[in-house]
Antibody
Framework: EVQLVESGGGLVQPGGSLRLSCAAS????????MHWVRQAPGKGLVWVSR????????SYADSVKGRFTISRDNAKNTLYLQMNSLRAEDTAVYYC??????????????WGQGTLVTVSS | SSELTQDPAVSVALGQTVRITCQGD??????ASWYQQKPGQAPVLVIY???NRPSGIPDRFSGSSSGNTASLTITGAQAEDEADYYC????????????FGTGTKVTVL
């Protein structure tokens, strides 16, 4: 059974940092592109970042570019999102999601349960 | 960046058919995918590509596309289909890889 389990969320002050993790199991993690998607309270889904299967290629939404860094450790079957210079508008539930195909199709077939990040003083 | 526009809310009587639409320039070039999200839960992929359903998704869900509009149809809506639905597509503007629609709240009466 495919499972994605996020962790690392919490309350952080503006300007602070946080690292999210997404532990994957039930599939060959190293074969799939992975994504982070966020959802502010009461709002819609917003794509944040993606990483290719071996970690050599990444992309970001303009709103997080230069502040967030996506990475992965295929030996540990874990996806990461390092978030720096956090702003109030980064407050959201952050989901990791698997790309359906072993490429960047943009079809997200499995999602974690999400981890809440709250940026507030 | 491209935008994908959805109606904020639609309602459907139990057992009837409802169509949810998603409009955007990127849909002229790329197929949409559709996600169902119930309160407090993660999204679930229900349709992707031309009209493909992941394993476990009932066949009352179907997708179609024409021009700049993608549609998700629920034929014979059930109470458990009440949820928010989001479309998603590649972004043809090149500014970022993917964009989600604004979301549609489906109420089953």
């Amino acid at each position: 059974e495919v499972q994605l389990v996020e962790s690392g969320g919490g309350l952080v002050q503006p300007g602070g940092s946080l690292r999210l993790s997404c532990a994957a199991s039930g599939f060959t993690f190293s074969s799939y592109w992975m994504h982070w998607v966020r959802q502010a309270p009461g709002k819609g889904l917003v794509w944040v970042s993606r990483i290719n299967s071996d970690g050599s290629s990444t992309s970001y939404a303009d709103s997080v570019k230069g502040r967030f860094t996506i990475s992965r450790d295929n030996a540990k079957n874990t996806l990461y999102l390092q978030m720096n210079s956090l702003r109030a508008e980064d407050t959201a539930v952050y989901y990791c999601a698997r790309d359906l195909y072993s490429s960047s199709s943009g079809y997200f077939d499995y999602w974690g349960q999400g981890t809440l990040v709250t940026v507030s003083s | 960046s491209s935008e994908l526009t959805q109606d904020p809310a639609v309602s459907v009587a139990l057992g009837q058919t409802v169509r949810i639409t998603c409009q955007g320039d990127s849909l002229r070039s790329y197929y949409a995918s559709w996600y169902q999200q119930k309160p407090g839960q993660a999204p679930v992929l229900v349709i992707y590509g031309k009209n493909n359903r992941p394993s476990g998704i009932p066949d009352r869900f179907s997708g179609s596309s024409s021009g700049n509009t993608a549609s998700l149809t629920i034929t014979g809506a059930q109470a458990e289909d009440e949820a928010d639905y989001y479309c998603n597509s590649r972004d043809s503007s090149g500014n970022l890889p993917y964009v989600f629609g604004t979301g549609t709240k489906v109420t089953v009466l």
